[in-house]
């Protein structure tokens, strides 16, 4: 499995609730495409967030937020380097 990253920037600024809402409904079409959903980073203000996966590929990701109607700014494949 690869580490995908999402990006998505909201104007206006989105709260926690309706990024919860969308989450869930991704979440709900993530299986269809053997995507898993590891965690998720949503900026301060409600402008960005930036979210990792795993799946085979990045189009695993894509196919499944546009299954579920939420869109994206863009989406890559990622090394992932980590502290201990």
Same mark, same amino acid.
């Given at each position: 499995?690869?580490?995908?990253?999402?990006?998505?920037?909201?104007?206006?600024?989105?709260?926690?609730?309706? %990024?919860?809402?969308?989450?869930?409904?991704?979440?709900?079409?993530?299986?269809?495409?053997?995507?898993?959903?590891?965690?998720?980073?949503?900026?301060?203000?409600?402008?960005?967030?930036?979210?990792?996966?795993?799946?085979?590929?990045?189009?695993?990701?894509?196919?499944? %937020?546009?299954?579920?109607?939420?869109? %994206?700014?863009?989406?890559?494949?990622?090394?992932? %380097?980590?502290?201990?």
């Amino acid at each position: 499995m690869a580490t995908i990253i999402l990006e998505r920037s909201y104007d206006p600024p989105i709260d926690a609730a309706r %990024f919860g809402e969308m989450a869930q409904r991704v979440g709900e079409c993530l299986g269809a495409y053997r995507a898993k959903w590891v965690r998720s980073y949503l900026s301060d203000d409600g402008r960005r967030s930036v979210c990792e996966f795993e799946a085979a590929d990045a189009e695993q990701v894509r196919a499944s %937020f546009r299954a579920a109607g939420v869109g %994206f700014d863009g989406t890559w494949t990622a090394k992932v %380097f980590a502290s201990g």
